[in-house]
Nanobody, 113 residues
């Protein structure tokens, strides 16, 4: 069974940067389209970015130019570099396959103004 463990969330000031990490075990990461999602308080979980197995990336509008997704298949790791963070980026961030496996616990990102 695939297990997903996100880490790297923290409290950061507006304009700062964070790098989120996701450990993927129990599966074949190289074959998966992976994505980062987020869930802001009181809202539905939403897609942030996805990366296809061949390496192509797509980003939703609020992430374009600020966030960068990457992966190291041989290490079972997926990353999300987030720059120029805004208070509205405050959320729990999750990684998962597209379509998703069971969800991990996520990692909390809090951006202060």
């Amino acid at each position: 069974q695939v297990q997903l463990v996100e880490s790297g969330g923290a409290l950061v000031e507006a304009g700062g940067s964070l790098r989120l990490s996701c450990s993927v075990s129990g599966g074949y990461l190289a074959f998966y389209t992976m994505a980062w999602y987020r869930q802001r308080s009181g809202e539905e979980r939403e897609l942030v970015a996805q990366m296809f197995s061949g390496g192509r990336e797509t980003y939703v509008d609020f992430a374009k130019g600020r966030f960068k997704m990457s992966r190291e298949n041989e290490k079972g790791m997926v990353y999300l570099q987030m720059n120029s963070l805004r208070p509205e980026d405050t959320a729990v961030y999750y990684c998962n396959r597209v379509p998703p496996f069971n969800w991990g616990q996520g990692t909390q990102v809090t951006v202060s103004s």
